[in-house]
């Protein structure tokens, strides 16, 4: 006969204590659950309500040791609330991740703008029609964490009033506390999960791969990164060709993701970051 078994596991509260960002430290695994409550608690007594994303690409859950899901069985969001979060469409829209992807400072959002400590002129075009449907919250205090490999995460502090749209005391009082913590637990939780078989290696490229595949970024053909560079076609792509194979990769395309990732490329044109490099 089939039964259904429901296992209850008990928890303490983690003592509080003044150092925050130390109290959510994750050194393995068995140390995400704790932290978490730890984060949860700290968030309650600003009146807030928190949940973590660890890659806004994929939008996973984040789980502690056990497989269990944060945001539901530690942070004590339902199902339906995190449903919007589930819609991978819905969500590439949301003002708030793509806020996330060009700010990496703490800010607060709602439907009549977004606030920072500084200017951002890019996130003047992000449209904010229809807020509450896009975003899934009516206003929210957002804490982007940019961690290596190009990844984004972020945690999502909304109001325990359910009404409440001015956030502007809160972000006053506690962006700066809580992001700190944030960092040291987002960090942590992808240091003790993050499946290492997908992420480039140490790589040391010369500076002419750099400028090539700088190039290939910015969508020239070898035939014109010679005429650029001053030097034979077959030199590009021998350049190109050798940086595949530090990078572990099998095309052009892959090439300049792993670069990317290791920072070797940024949004500037090589013309831009500094004197042309003598022909090959």
Known sequence: MATNVLELRRFDPPAASDDLPGDVTIGENPDIRRAAL???????????????????????????AQGDPLNAGVFGWQEHDLAA???????????????CRVESEPFWINRHGIRTRWPNRLLDPIERDDFEQRAAVRAAIILPVHLPFAQVAAAVLTSTDPAQED??????????????????????????????RYLPGDTLLSSREIECLSWVAHGKTDFEISIILGCSHAGVRYHITRACAKLGVVN????????????????????????QLRPA
Do not use: K, N
């Open 38 to 64: 730890v984060l949860a608690r700290a968030a309650s007594r600003h009146g807030l309500r928190i949940m973590v994303w660890h890659d806004l690409a994929t939008l996973a859950p984040m789980t502690d």
């Open 252 to 275: 052009r395309a892959q090439s300049v993701f792993r670069a990317s990732q290791l920072g070797y490329l940024g949004p500037a044109t090589p013309a831009a970051c500094g004197p």
């Open 167 to 196: 956030l502007s005391e809160e972000f006053a009082r506690c962006a700066g506390t809580l992001a700190e913590a944030v960092q040291r637990f987002v960090r942590g939780y992808v240091m003790v999960t993050r499946d290492e």
């Open 85 to 99: 979060w589930h819609d991978r469409d819905r969500m590439l829209a949301s003002p708030v991740l793509r806020a």
